[in-house]
């Protein structure tokens, strides 16, 4: 359907089955591709990404990083929260059911 590479090596993918969409995560970007795009846009972090999970619902994605940092997007890439940690996010997942819910 379609081929797309990220300029570095690629440390996590998480598919969506709510939206169709699939992040691809590298050393430097992301990407989030669906089956009806022709191309994939990609965007920078600011260190390498360590995890990343999707909510239940489709509507945000979590980015972790080696930093400490967590990135909320929304389906379009835009980043609606930023967390700081001080240490690497190695692993998240949203809870199903919960809303509201403050970091």
């Known amino acids: 359907m379609l081929k797309y590479n990220h300029t570095a090596s690629i440390q996590r993918v998480a598919y969506n089955p709510s939206?169709?969409?699939?992040?691809?995560?590298?050393?430097?970007?992301?990407?989030?591709?669906?089956?009806?795009?022709?191309?994939v846009t990609k965007e920078k972090v600011i260190s390498k990404i360590t995890s990343c999970a999707w909510a239940s619902d489709g509507s945000l994605l979590a980015i972790g990083m080696q930093n400490g940092m967590i990135s909320i997007r929304d389906p379009m890439a835009d980043e609606k929260q930023r967390i700081e940690r001080k240490a690497p996010i190695w692993c998240m997942k949203f809870i199903p059911g919960l809303t509201n819910v403050k970091i």
């Open 19 to 39: 939206t169709l969409q699939l992040a691809s995560c590298s050393e430097v970007d992301f990407g989030l591709w669906t089956p009806d795009q022709k191309q």
